[in-house]
């Protein structure tokens, strides 16, 4: 929850559990900061204001339910990605997540880059932003596994590929949708349309 929540370099778990009368217990839960590394400038160590840290435990509460497989799949990646040394590996993994939303080889930078950019954006300015982002995100990817140069894998890249994947998981984990009648809608969506009002 926390790192789906909000984005951080945070790299450890703190055990939540659920009391008897159903409320959360959390273990260990220190207050509202943690020292937990940063990408230089971008992400600092996690911390949460009283309104946040509500937030969090709402969104806890909410999406604590088992998740649909393909959910499963994507924090399962997104979670080891956060475990290697190389900063092009996290990278990679976390395009990974964003691929994740579409189906099928064709056309595979521009269908990834519309998608997120219509479940994200909340006004056409915003996804034509995410559009664009996303683009220069899966060209750094191609140049990367393709010719072994990581020259786009920089700080404010690595720092945008862990904010989209994390804001894609945490609204679809809101969602609780197949699939199948996602890739539908967003293919019919189109910028700004905020098709299933989501909170990320």
């Known amino acids: 929850a926390l790192r789906t929540y909000k984005t951080s370099r945070i ?3 703190f055990p939540i559990l659920l009391n ?21 400038g971008h992400v600092p160590a996690l911390s949460l204001d009283k309104h946040e840290r509500e937030e969090m435990l ?17 924090l399962s990646i997104f979670h080891e990605s956060f475990e290697p040394d190389n900063d092009c590996i996290r990278f990679i993994m976390r395009i990974t997540i964003l691929e994740m939303l579409i189906d ?5 930078c ?13 006004t056409p300015q915003e996804s034509k932003y995410i559009f ?22 920089d700080d ?14 945490a609204n679809l984990m809101e ?3 197949a699939i199948q009648d996602i890739r539908q809608r967003l293919d019919e969506c189109g910028y700004g349309s905020d098709p299933y009002k989501v909170r990320f």
């Open 156 to 169: 404010e890249c690595s720092y945008k590929a862990l904010d989209y994947s994390r804001r894609l998981i």
């Open 58 to 74: 709402s969104f806890f509460e909410r999406t604590n339910r088992p998740q649909l497989p393909y959910l499963q799949n994507m």
């Open 110 to 122: 521009y269908r990834l880059s519309r998608s997120v950019a219509v479940l994200l954006g909340k």
């Open 20 to 40: 008897n009368a159903g409320g959360i217990l959390i273990n260990k839960f220190p207050g509202s900061s943690w020292s937990s590394g940063a990408y230089q």
């Open 132 to 153: 664009d982002d996303c683009k220069s995100l899966y060209n750094a990817r191609s140049l990367y596994l393709h010719d072994g140069n990581n020259c786009k894998i």
């Open 175 to 177: 969602m609780n949708h």
């Open 11 to 13: 790299g450890t778990y």
């Open 104 to 108: 099928g080889n064709a056309e595979l």
